[in-house]
């Protein structure tokens, strides 16, 4: 399991620029011009994780299999994308499928690049932006709970819990504010997730500044830093434009590119720990001569649930999980040592995985 993050913004912030640089393609054009994506770009990335080579070079991994990422690079939204500006319709449309949000801001102040509301302010955009996804789904609401009358007059039990949600979103968009901001019982997340609002996906802004301020960022910057803080959300500095240079280089060439700007790492690694931070997911590794391999689940994942990541009769007929800290073997020299030193431990299916955690699963075939 991964997860898919979409880029959205407003036209000509950089989106394009920031998804080639992500994936290190040309895919997406990027152009200074209003909806140069047409349909939506879709890249995977590997996850970085140091730990993970780290652990392949302990026990001689022949083959090194980092998580995986998605982005999917959503054409730019304007003021009416809810009544179907610009592109809208179909562009909201894609939002529904991401599970978290990416809002690239312009940040940055540049003559040549045009604005397609004639000035620079990002946390304006990023409130353009977010009314016309609640106004989308205040539509959508109005019509699902419509749909529902029937069956709400005929006792469904499923109908009325969908409504009850509905109800509870529609209650908030009409304040002003996002259906992530619904408190949602356990018993109701699965049906809560099937409801697919726009407004309920997490967000991550993403701070466009020009190469000068990459490390530091700027005005622009500070002030969607406290706007993300005053929403509960994340955000991070980026400059696209860099970001796109430094994916054209080898490694070494980007590592000492990276350090004459002032930069301990490259903007894919900070977006995407943000991206992880804000959906709360860990990593877990399975580790032997064959392959090291990363795997992706949700903080408090159980044990049986995290080997059904890597095949579902590993959930079925799990056994118990032979489990070794990241640190343990590491420090130790690997598996043997830290079997010996009374560091694996013997988890049954209560055990919450953690982040880090070295997994070997036994399971009834």
Not at 159 to 170: E, G, R, T, V, Y
Request: aromatic share 6%; with cysteine; hydrophobic share 40%.
């Amino acid at each position: 399991m991964g997860f898919k993050m979409g880029i959205v913004g407003m036209p000509n912030v950089g989106k394009s620029t920031l998804f080639n640089a992500l994936t290190k393609t040309a895919a997406a054009q990027a152009a200074n011009f209003p909806f140069c994506t047409i349909e939506p770009n879709v890249g995977e990335v590997n996850v970085p994780d140091k730990r993970l080579y780290n652990l392949a070079e302990i026990a001689g991994s022949k083959a090194i299999i980092p998580a995986r990422m998605t982005f999917v690079d959503i054409a730019g939204l304007v003021k009416g994308a809810s009544k179907g500006e610009g592109l809208g319709n179909q562009f909201l449309a894609n939002i529904r499928e991401v599970d978290s949000i990416a809002h690239v801001l312009r940040c940055f102040e540049d003559g040549d690049v045009t604005h397609v509301e004639g000035r620079v302010d990002p946390v304006e955009d990023a409130d353009v932006i977010e009314t016309e996804l609640m106004l989308a789904d205040l539509e959508s609401i109005e019509k699902r709970r419509a749909g529902l009358v029937r069956k709400l007059k005929g006792n469904d039990k499923e109908a009325a819990q969908q409504d009850k949600l509905l109800a509870a979103a529609q209650a908030l968009l009409e304040e002003g504010k996002p259906a992530r901001l619904v408190e949602v019982d356990e018993e109701d997340v699965k049906v809560w997730k099937t409801l697919q609002l726009l407004t309920s996906k997490k967000i991550l802004y993403v701070c466009n500044v020009e190469e000068a301020n990459a490390s530091s960022g700027n005005a622009h910057s500070k002030a969607v830093a406290k706007m993300a803080e005053e929403q509960g959300a994340g955000h991070v500095i980026i400059s696209a434009q860099i970001e796109e240079e430094i994916s054209q280089l080898e490694d070494d060439e980007a590592a000492m590119f990276l350090e004459e700007m002032g930069l301990e790492e490259a903007g894919l690694d900070r977006l995407i720990r943000a991206g992880y931070e804000l959906l709360h997911l860990e990593t877990y590794f399975t580790v032997g001569p064959k392959e090291a391999r990363a795997w992706t689940i949700k903080e408090g994942t159980l044990a049986p649930q995290a080997a059904g990541v890597i095949h579902g009769d590993f959930e079925k007929g799990f056994i118990r999980a032979e489990t070794i800290a990241f640190d343990d073997f590491v420090t130790l020299g690997g598996e043997g040592p830290a079997k010996e030193a009374g560091k694996m431990r013997a988890e049954g299916k209560g055990y919450l995985v953690k982040d880090g955690d070295v997994m070997h699963f036994l399971f009834n075939k």
